[in-house]
């Protein structure tokens, strides 16, 4: 096996369902695999989204990429998507989410970042982890226990995020994700997971051999069940790689069977501004 290749593979699929225009985005290239769902009117949205997955695919054919790389990613991002705000004379953003293949203390790992309510699932025997944590102001009832995460795929401010790219704040949530060979991530927006329960994607993603087979599927589903919003979907198999396990990857924190194993959380997850989507 070449030192350079990736040890990835990934797919996507969108669509556009019943809105009038797709403002989502996704990459699955090489070493890169992300979503963003764009926010903003007059083409802003589709201009802010498509601006974060260009900063990314620069990153797709690097021999390596370190977290370090991930976090200056994302400041041009940000950069990028406050451009957009100018040109288009009024406010933009988007969300991101997705998983990286990243290097770190000598070893393989995948680089799962946040920001916003879109979501990177890991799947395994048929059930899917949600491993980002969704920053949006239902996110905030749930974690008060005001309402179920099932009331809140339904509640009428679902649509509020609390941090966007594009919003000037610099923090991101990233997790740092020990990789096995044929483990499979499932990487959405919300149109997705508004109208699909985990459950159920945990079930369609398990069945497809094919990563593109997978994301068509999800796709499909939320467009059968009715879905509000555009879908995005990109599924990503680690075919090899293998981390090995009691490595110190402070400052970053590492994620694991549903628990971060890190303690020393940080306020990343703190809410910024809301903002409400079209
Ligand atoms: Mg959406």
């Known amino acids: 096996m070449s030192a350079t290749r990736a040890w990835s593979t ?16 996704y990459l699955s290239d090489g070493r890169v695999h992300i979503v963003a769902d764009g926010m903003g009117g007059h083409e802003a949205g589709e201009a ?27 400041i041009q991002a940000q950069r990028a998507v406050l ?6 004379g009024g406010e933009s953003g988007t969300t991101v989410t997705g998983a990286v293949e990243v290097t770190y203390a000598g070893a393989p790992w995948w680089m799962v970042i946040n920001v916003g309510d879109s979501r990177t699932y890991l799947v395994g025997d048929g059930i899917a982890h949600q491993i980002t944590l ?9 974690d008060a226990g005001r309402i179920t995460a099932d009331q809140a795929r339904h509640h009428p401010d679902r649509n509020i995020v609390t941090r966007a790219i594009g919003d ?15 483990m499979r991530l499932v990487i959405a927006s919300d149109g997705l997971t508004n ?15 094919d990563p593109h087979d997978a994301a068509v599927a999800l796709v499909d589903a939320a467009l059968a069940a009715g ?23 402070s400052p970053w924190r590492q994620w694991a069977d549903g628990a971060e194993v890190d303690e020393n959380e940080d306020d990343s997850t703190q809410t910024s501004r809301r903002r409400r989507r079209a």
Not at 168 to 182: E, R
């Open 83 to 88: 451009q957009v705000s100018r040109t288009a």
């Open 195 to 209: 109208a699909v329960d985990d459950r159920r994607i945990g079930h369609i993603a398990s069945v497809p051999a």
């Open 48 to 74: 802010a989204s498509a601006a974060v997955v260009d900063v990314f695919a620069s990153l797709a054919t690097r021999d390596v990429i370190t977290p370090d790389d991930i976090s200056l990613a994302l």
């Open 134 to 142: 969704d920053h949006s102001y239902v996110q905030e009832l749930v």
């Open 168 to 182: 000037g704040v610099p923090q991101f949530d990233a997790w740092l994700v020990p990789v096995t060979p044929g």
């Open 10 to 25: 990934g797919a996507g699929a969108t669509d556009i369902g019943p809105r009038a225009t797709n403002q989502d985005a």
């Open 227 to 249: 879905t509000g919003d555009n879908v995005t979907v990109v599924v990503a198999d680690a075919r090899e790689g293998h981390t090995p396990p009691g490595l110190d990857v």
